[in-house]
């Protein structure tokens, strides 16, 4: 309701946003990696052309609580951009745990991120 001048009311009805999807980095990664084979994370930035990308990073906290970031390939052929990279598993440290994220620029500089990822070692059973 809409109040106007002289004690008038009206109502109006307003619809946000454009209705159209927004892009997104979508993520393709294990839940845990083991330390003595390669894990391959991919991520996916939709509602975006390939040629709109910019570059693509993954980001890792270290066991010393430091941020490290590593580029991410892209991967050619694809609709939307897709970019991966190899998890590197020296930064998971002595606790086998280590946070992470991914990010993405595009051409125009607008940037995307996922939410924050935890990644664990996946270690051996012990022998009983």
Known sequence: MIDLPGG???FATFEMGTGEDHPAVRLDAPARIESDRP???SATLS???PRELREMWLH????DGTWSRYPMA???GQ??????VAFPVSQLGPAG???WYVSAVTTQGDEYFTELQSMS???PASKR
């Open 8 to 10: 008038n009311q009206r």
């Open 39 to 41: 894990a391959v994370i």
């Open 47 to 49: 509602e975006v052309l």
């Open 60 to 63: 890792v906290q270290g066991p």
């Open 74 to 76: 892209r991967l050619e």
């Open 79 to 84: 609709l939307s951009p897709v970019g991966a």
């Open 97 to 99: 745990r280590a946070n």
């Open 121 to 123: 070692e996946a270690r």
